[in-house]
């Protein structure tokens, strides 16, 4: 019920292309879905957020997409560039709560 | 400073030992969260604070792990008896009060080593 699941594992993006990131989850109680950057050597940032009264929210070059009759979310990132090299979570929770994180997609865009 | 501060930010230590790693929040948050973060995957909740007491410490793996913040704002974990699959990286993050956003602000993490 707690897990959130994450694909691809790994994803490979030329430099200007649309890098897209999915998860599922399982607990219909979760009520806030954030999506985390980390670089190596530091911890998580938030990137993007969103609740499940919307199906979709954009910030920037940044979207995410959310499907709640099939409990799946998904980030995409416009034009993407070598800086958004990074592990990206997806997370699943309810406000100020524990929130549960997905294993995480280690993203390269290539110049 | 500005953002979540823990130390040490590399510990190695023996089978076996005791470890201590500490946390201090972003000032003005109430709620304060461990999570541990092995190689290649994502955050693991162990603990969360909301002020001085633990509300939810449903992740802790087994009684060798216990975490205190005696004042609401620092607060340290505590590992007794060292295993070698207790190396991790572990992340404190804090946020506002349970009725904000949700968002979690992460230190950088303290690298635990257990030889």
């Known amino acids: 019920q707690q897990q959130v699941k994450q694909s691809p594992q790994s994803l490979i993006v030329q430099k200007g292309g649309i890098s897209i990131i999915n998860c599922a989850y399982e607990?219909?109680?979760?009520?806030?879905f954030p999506w985390y950057q980390q670089f190596p050597g530091k911890g998580p940032a938030l990137l993007i957020a969103i609740r499940p009264d919307v199906s979709e929210k954009k910030e920037g070059r940044f979207t995410i997409s959310f499907n709640k009759s099939a409990k799946q979310f998904s980030l995409h990132i416009m034009d993407s560039q070598p800086g958004d090299s990074a592990t990206y979570f997806c997370a699943a929770g309810t406000s100020g709560s524990r929130l549960t994180f997905g294993e995480g997609t280690q993203l390269t865009v290539n110049p | 400073g500005a953002g979540v501060s823990q130390t040490p930010s590399n510990k190695v230590t023996e089978k076996g030992k005791y470890v201590e790693l500490r946390c201090d929040p972003i000032s003005g948050h109430t709620a304060l969260y461990w999570y541990r973060q092995s190689l290649g995957q994502g955050p693991e909740f162990l603990i969360y604070?909301?002020?001085?007491?633990?509300?939810?410490d449903s992740g802790l793996p087994n009684d060798r792990f216990f975490a205190v913040r005696p004042e609401g704002s620092v607060s340290t974990l505590k590992i007794q008896r060292t295993e070698r699959g207790d190396s991790a990286v572990y992340l404190c993050?804090?946020?506002?009060?349970?009725?904000?956003?949700?968002?979690?602000?992460f230190g950088e993490g303290s690298r635990l080593t257990v030889l």
């Open positions: 993050a804090s946020s506002l009060s349970s009725g904000s956003t949700g968002e979690l602000f």
């Open positions: 604070f909301q002020g001085t007491g633990a509300a939810d």
């Open positions: 607990n219909t109680a979760f009520d806030y």
